[in-house]
């Protein structure tokens, strides 16, 4: 019984963070060549939320992008979208959703608190990655272009996860 309860919570957040992250992806604005979201907030939110289950609706979300349902930034779908500029940091929001999961399995605010950040660094590790690769761009150009003018939103967006975690976990 406890086990069906257990899917069951798993099946219904899994929903409601991917329609959390499909909304914040529509709240943007647009840089080029990757825009700022709100997406990684609902993607720290649903390793918070979720533990090691968070990657479960990020994943879901990433693939549903890529069958064509129109959930990425803006309205945007399709494998197009994840060859593109943005595609790295959509697929480093699995392992970023896995790691805040993973760190929010313990109860110290300071590894919680390094789990919120090494989930952000890793989605931009992925990101750049990719960002460089896709756009012929030197490491330290996709840096320039596809961290620094995120930064500081970045930063905002941690310490609104964990002041939201600290409600809901």
């Not at 896709?134 to 500081?152: E, K, M, R, T």
Request: glycine content about 12%; aromatic content about 10%; proline content about 6%.
């Amino acid at each position: 019984m406890v086990d069906m309860i257990h899917r069951a919570r798993i099946l219904a957040y899994s929903g409601t963070f991917i329609a959390l992250i499909a909304a914040g992806s529509w709240i943007s604005i647009p840089l080029p060549p990757v825009p700022l979201t709100l997406q990684t907030l609902f993607v720290l939110l649903s390793g918070i939320v979720m533990k090691r289950y968070g990657a479960i609706p990020v994943a879901l979300y990433v693939l549903l992008g890529a069958a064509g349902l129109p959930v990425y930034h803006n309205g945007t779908a399709g494998l197009g979208v994840l060859l593109g500029p943005t595609g790295g940091f959509l697929i480093g929001f699995i392992p970023a959703a896995l790691v805040a999961g993973l760190a929010y399995e313990h109860k110290s605010p300071a590894a919680r608190i390094a789990g919120l950040i090494a989930a952000t660094v890793l989605t931009y590790a992925f990101g750049v990655a990719w960002l460089a690769c896709s756009a012929s761009l030197s490491l330290y150009q996709a840096i320039l272009v596809g961290v620094a003018p995120f930064a500081v939103g970045e930063v905002v967006k941690v310490a609104a996860a964990y002041t939201i975690g600290k409600r809901v976990a």
